[in-house]
Each structure stands twice: as C-alpha cells, then as structure tokens.
C-alpha cells in the first residue's frame, strides 16, 4: 500500500548546488516526514511537517506541504558531498499512525 | 546513548531454516516495527507492536513471525514459507502517539541473505 511516492528516483548535482525532491501521496494526511538513509544503514529522521502548515525550515532543509495539491517537497540548500543519500517521505497509512514510505529519491553529491 | 540494536548485521540462510533477527531498544518507546526494503524500493511494514505482548500483521506478514515478550525487544523470524527473504530488514520504535505524531527511530539494519 504505496502511498507517498518521490520524484525524481534519482538526483545528481555539484556541491553547493541546491537539490530539490517532491513527494506525492493519495489520501488524506496530518502530517508527513522526510527521512534520509545513507547506503546500506537504518533511516534517519529529518523533518516533520504538520497538515496546518505550509513551510517548515530546519538548517539547510526546507520543506513545503500543500495538501490541496497533495504534495510536499524537500529542498537541501547548499549541498555537500556528505548529503549524497536516499530520501524518503513517509506518510500515516489510513487513519493510523503507521508510517508508510515512498520508494524514495536517491540523491548523488559530487565534490 | 539511546538507541536501537539489530543483530547479527549480516546473516546468510539455506533455504528451507527459519532465521531470526534481534531488535532491542533502549528508548522506552511502546510501539516497535518491522520493516522489509528491497534495492531500489522503499519500505514495506511486515509486523509492528504497540504493546507487550500485542502485535498486528502489516502488508507483508506471510511467512514472518514476531513475539513482544519485553517492552525492549521485538525479534522476528524468517520463516522457511517466506518465498524470497533475501532483503534488508530495518526494525524501528516510536512513542505512538507522542507530539501528535508518530516519528520512528531506526536500527543500522539486517542484510539476509538466502544461499
């Protein structure tokens, strides 16, 4: 039961170039989380952003939600080498709060 | 440091044995999950516990089996009737409910690998 998917599946920029990825999802949210995984290592939380809000910023994160559209998208700022990962978002399936993950936007930082 | 443990890190199975994969967590959080991710896919919930001694099916449960004897742990085993376990399974915690939402914190994951 798919139901926040990411796009682009993958990303390749320069350091210091922003990185856009956008989530899309089906059904009715009150919130949505991006999480990161470096290769090969469990999934780190790194942003949560609730249905009342439209724009939430965490250092060199962005991240937007517009439930009309249905959609959300991380923006990484200023990239380094060290943010090549996967990013995932992941919303509450139905009306509980398990968490279901898209396949994820696997971002390449080069140096 | 508060964190969660999986073990062993990476397993190798014949086919046909039932394997079993540790999770143990130090954050007194109440809800524990299972997760499975396949290369290239996202993650998909087998099992996950909100309380001692409950545990509900998730989308993917066939051929898994899963105990929460301790509010700390949640091992699950690979059952041989799983038809293809080759995988990385991620456990995960979470204080359900916690903030209005349900944030999870990860293990570094088990690689199972059926020869």
């Known amino acids: 039961s798919q139901q926040g998917e990411e796009d682009p599946q993958a990303l390749s920029i320069q350091e210091g170039e922003n990185a856009t990825m956008n989530c899309s999802y089906k059904t009715s949210i009150n919130n949505l989380q991006w999480y990161r995984q470096n290769s090969g290592r469990g999934l780190v939380h790194l942003i949560l952003i609730r249905s009342n809000e439209r724009e939430k910023h965490s250092g060199r994160l962005r991240v937007t939600l517009d439930t009309s559209k249905k959609s959300s998208s991380l923006l990484i700022t200023a990239s380094r080498a060290a943010d090549t990962a996967s990013y995932f978002c992941a919303t509450p399936q139905g009306g509980s709060e398990k968490l279901v993950f898209g396949k994820g936007t696997k971002l390449t930082v080069n140096p | ?115």
């Not at chain 2, 062993?8 to 109440?30: A, W």
């Not at chain 2, 993650?43 to 409950?54: A, G, K």
């Not at chain 2, 041989?80 to 914190?105: D, E, H, I, M, R």
């Open chain 2, 1 to 115: 440091d508060g964190g969660i443990t999986q073990s062993p890190k990476y397993l190798f199975r014949k086919e046909g044995q039932n394997v079993t994969l540790s999770c143990e967590q130090n954050l007194n959080h109440d809800a524990m999950y299972w997760y499975r991710q396949d290369p290239g896919q996202g993650l998909r919930l087998i099992y996950y516990s909100q309380i001692v001694n409950d545990f509900q099916k998730g989308d993917i449960a066939e051929g898994y089996s899963v105990s929460r004897e301790k509010k700390e742990s949640f091992p699950l085993t690979v059952t041989s009737a799983q038809k293809n376990p080759t995988a990385f399974y991620l456990c995960a915690s979470s204080t359900w409910g916690a903030s209005g939402a349900n944030v999870l914190t990860f293990g570094a994951g088990s690689r199972l690998t059926v020869l």
